[in-house]
């Protein structure tokens, strides 16, 4: 399966999530754009709909989880991203060198995004919206879709869905919908378990706070993509700043999982390059404890298994046994290997 041309099996796809950090700023955008950019991260994300698609407007009290004074649809107002804003910050990513996405939380934001992502992000409280779901499988793109508050069986139907509205390449990330998400609530082990059960690439959305203990423990268990917030400064207004990573941070987790990618390898057990002279040199080998004559029988006094530091080596130390009891073809000096071809 490929993104915007990467292979997901070669190499982990890396998210940067803007969401709404912009904070209604063009200019800003584009710095966050800079920003993952500069970090190494694969894709930036931004968040597209429009409130009116989202909430009713009598959504309660002032006081909200997001706890500044607004109804959640007053504050999802405030967090629009303008459509025109669309085909500018994908052409700002194509000249910086980073592909542009954006989750679609509607139809018509669906339809906006068309001509400009590669790829369609499905957010996690969006996963069990089946009319949304069939709605972005016509589109004919790679569908990642986050899993957070939800059971296993609702992904389960999620998947059928998009299956039967011949969606072919999905990716699921393992998401916990919290924000942020306490270390110990990271239940990290379910990348593993949606790619056991669906057979599809996975990954994670992280929201811990941490930049790279939860992203680096799924790219161990295979994860194809790693998603995580940022933002330019945790201190700005709004509500997705405060558990978001800063630049520095984010700049720290791709290295992390570039360099957690090394550290995998290929699981092919062998002597490695990086072996080969410790492999010659501290490898036991047999080798001769005392000078032994041509015609000699050896024996134990003779003979032991020891390391070849810079001297010839002799047999493999199974073949001790075998040695014990025979004859020396040859003139052995101490210290020397004693070989196979050695003995009569």
């Not at 607004?70 to 060198?97: A, F, K, V």
């Not at 339809?111 to 009319?131: C, G, M, Q, R």
């Not at 423990?217 to 405060?242: I, N, Q, R, W, Y």
């Amino acid at each position: 399966m490929k993104i915007a041309g990467k292979d997901l099996s070669e190499e982990t796809f890396v998210i940067a999530e803007a969401g709404s950090n912009h904070n209604g700023s063009l200019e800003t955008a584009k710095e966050l754009i800079d920003a993952a950019s500069d970090a190494g991260a694969d894709a930036v994300k931004f968040q597209t709909f429009r409130a009116e698609n989202l909430y009713v407007e009598e959504t309660g009290e002032k006081e909200t989880y997001f706890d500044n004074g607004q109804s959640l649809y007053e504050t999802m107002e405030s967090m629009e991203m303008p459509y025109d804003w669309i085909p500018e910050l994908h052409q700002y990513c194509e000249d910086s060198g980073i592909v542009f996405l954006s989750t679609p939380f509607d139809e018509r934001s669906a339809d906006e995004l068309d001509d400009f992502v590669p790829a369609y992000k499905i957010a996690s409280y969006t996963l069990s919206h089946h009319p949304f779901l069939r709605h972005v499988a016509e589109k004919d793109k790679p569908i990642i879709m986050s899993t957070g508050a939800h059971e296993l069986d609702e992904v389960r139907e999620a998947v059928e869905v998009l299956r039967e509205a011949d969606a072919e390449d999905v990716v699921l990330l393992h998401c916990v919908a919290s924000y942020p998400t306490p270390i110990e609530s990271a239940n990290v082990r379910a990348v593993k378990t949606l790619q056991d059960e669906f057979g599809v690439p996975t990954g994670l959305s992280d929201h811990t706070l941490d930049p790279t203990v939860a992203p680096s423990a799924a790219v161990a268990l295979g994860a194809s993509v790693v998603e995580k917030h940022f933002t330019l400064d945790k201190s700005m207004e709004g509500p997705d700043h405060e558990f978001a990573l800063e630049p520095d941070e984010l700049d720290e987790m791709v290295s992390t999982i570039r360099k957690t990618e090394k550290a995998l390898g290929s699981g092919i057990v062998e002597v490695l390059d990086a072996e080969e002279e410790l492999h010659e040199i501290a490898r036991r080998r047999i080798h001769a404890v005392r000078g032994i004559k041509e015609g000699q029988t050896i024996s134990e006094e003779d003979i032991a298994v020891l390391r070849s530091g810079q001297r010839s080596r002799g047999a493999k130390p199974k073949f001790y046994e075998d040695l014990i009891g025979t004859r020396a073809k040859r003139s052995i000096n101490q210290g020397d290997g004693v070989s196979l071809k050695d003995i009569y």
